[in-house]
């Protein structure tokens, strides 16, 4: 950390010790035990090792204590589902999304994109998914090309996994919201514009001081800000420019223009933002992890082969398929029972370590009494992780999910086999896609891409570890982040090579 980040640091905590001492909080907390400052610095370090450890030593239910705020963390089942279902008025998502991305997007923004009942039709809509699905083909054949050619000339090191991964899902995801023409003219400059903000926004300094403060950190932030917002209004300026040339093309940005809803490049810039930040990373990181252990799983890779070579499925997503076929082939893909339990297990494997709520009232959870206004956490990787839910919670089994009858988490539908799961409760602890008001409107389209991506690579192409397979061996989740599916501490090597024609 920078010398100046930790003089503001100790300024801004002495100043909010001060604050307490004058204005103590009136509030009631649980009994459960809480968590001090430098506890937080550790939080902030390593979250990963903080939460089991805490988990471990306080029980389910435990706070930070932060001087001003007491965030606090419930890990039981029963906290995980009420979460998942109460509504805005008692545990508010919006209020939690405001605070945590306050300085990328407005309060307009975020209610745009929230009060967006464009979203889920836009986005997972039958047809809607039919017309994005040449468009996944397309560019996972234009990369897959690009790394078997590149493959041949054998880098040292070979390609770098997540970093291939992340250019595809880059460009399926803005090619799907914003046009191919866009995704191939701004994709390395928004691909570079996202981290950036994934970076500075996770920096504590911004959960201490005030937007005003004049700190670089906040500058750089208005500052792509405003490109992002610049990029999305000259689209959209081009667009309204040209009604008739544009009005028949199918990516998300051209469904809300031509739906007319909103009056401001800002809204339509902060529902794209929105989407794109958060689908990015999670797909890209799924897809990866999934090549990861088919990389290092000789007989995983075996069984999805045959699967995938035995549906017969490949024949219909060749460059000169009609529109029909690719969409029957894309619908059929969907149905392919391993590919789908590895992604299944790939995302309880990998889940993201915290998510969070605002409470707008006091609120009763695990018969304690959370006070207003304070910040609620749950742990899909603890809940996903846990031996009262799955045999075996930290073996990878790609067949784990094979036979069990699991549809949607929030249904209430138990599982009909208990195999890798235990006493038919998946439907209550395993939920990939959240559940309730706020549960993932991109589920559709994130398994489309993600299934459709995976059955080309392996039908028509060979990934294999790169040397002595050392990167795939010890890949292990970076938990830096807190929200979303863990990114990859360390690279990992890999080639791609073309598939004889059998
Ligand atoms: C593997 C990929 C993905 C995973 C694992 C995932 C997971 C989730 C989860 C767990 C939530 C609930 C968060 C909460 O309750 O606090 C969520 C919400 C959401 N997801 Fe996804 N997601 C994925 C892909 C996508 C994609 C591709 C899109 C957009 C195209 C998307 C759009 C959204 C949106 C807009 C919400 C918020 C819904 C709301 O505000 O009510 N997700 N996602
Ligand atoms: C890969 O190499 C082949 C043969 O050299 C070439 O025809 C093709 O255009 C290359 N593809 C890409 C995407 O670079
Ligand atoms: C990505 O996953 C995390 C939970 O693991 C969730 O909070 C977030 O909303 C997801 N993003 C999207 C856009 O789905």
């Given amino acids: 950390m920078a010398m100046s980040t930790l003089l503001l640091l100790a300024v801004a905590t002495a100043a909010l010790y001060v604050l307490r001492r004058v204005f103590p909080p009136s509030r009631s907390y649980p009994r459960a035990r809480g968590v001090s400052l430098p506890a937080f610095l550790e939080f902030d370090r390593d979250p990963h090792k903080f939460l089991s450890y805490a988990y471990q030593s306080l029980g389910p239910l435990f706070w930070l204590d932060l001087i001003l705020i007491r965030p606090v963390f419930a890990l039981s089942l029963d906290a995980n589902n009420l979460f998942y279902t109460s509504a805005e008025k008692d545990l508010s998502f919006n209020q939690a999304t405001i605070d945590v991305t306050q300085h990328i997007l407005t309060r307009e923004q975020v209610f745009a994109a929230r009060l967006n009942h464009l979203l889920l039709p836009g986005i997972s809509g039958k047809s ?6 040449p468009g996944m083909i397309d560019w996972t054949w234009d990369f897959a090309e690009q790394w078997a050619n590149e493959s041949l000339s054998d880098p040292d090191g070979g390609l770098d996994l997540f970093q291939c991964i992340s250019q ?27 981290r950036s903000f994934e970076v500075d926004i996770s920096r504590p300094v911004l959960r201490i001081l005030p937007s005003w403060f004049p700190h670089p950190l906040f500058r750089r932030i208005a500052a792509t800000r405003a490109r992002w917002n610049a990029l999305i209004k000259s689209e959209i300026d081009a667009r309204k420019a040209d009604p008739e040339a544009t009005r028949s093309r199918n990516d ?14 800002e809204e339509y810039a902060g529902i794209i933002l929105g989407i794109t930040f958060g689908a990015l990373v999670n797909t890209t990181m799924t897809l990866s992890w999934a090549l990861v252990h088919i990389l290092k799983d000789s007989d995983l890779r075996k069984e999805l082969l045959q699967e995938i070579d035995g549906s017969g499925l490949a024949t219909s997503l060749e460059p000169h398929s009609t529109a029909e076929e690719l969409a029957g082939g894309i619908a059929g893909i969907q149905r392919l029972p391993l590919l789908d339990s590895v992604l299944k297990e790939v995302m309880r494997y ?12 006091p609120t009763m959870v695990d018969g304690h009494v959370i006070p207003k206004d304070t910040y609620v956490f749950v742990s899909p990787w603890l809940t996903n992780h846990s031996p009262a839910l799955f045999d075996g919670p930290d073996t990878f089994r790609g067949d784990r999910f094979m036979g069990i009858n699991y549809d949607r988490a929030d249904t209430g539908k138990t599982a009909s086999s208990k195999d890798g799961c235990k006493d038919g409760r998946l439907s209550d602890g395993f939920r990939p896609w959240g559940g309730g008001p706020h549960r993932c409107i991109g589920e559709k389209f994130a398994l489309q891409a993600l299934k459709t991506t995976l059955f080309l690579l392996l039908a028509r192409y060979d990934p294999v570890a790169h040397g002595d397979a050392r990167g795939v061996r010890e890949a292990v989740p970076e938990w830096s982040k807190l929200v979303g599916t863990p990114e990859c501490k360390g690279r990992v090597g890999w080639q791609l090579k073309r598939r004889s024609p059998s």
Wanted: proline share 0%.
């Fill in 168 to 194: 595809l899902v880059t460009s399926i995801c803005l090619g799907c919201f914003v046009g191919d023409a866009f995704a191939r003219e701004h994709g390395i400059e928004v691909a570079a514009l996202l």
């Fill in 252 to 265: 998300y940005l051209q469904y809300l223009v031509n739906e007319d809803k909103f009056q401001h490049e």
């Fill in 350 to 361: 990998y889940s993201g370590l915290a998510l969070v709520r605002y409470t707008m009232r």
């Fill in 128 to 133: 809607r998914l039919v017309s994005y699905g």
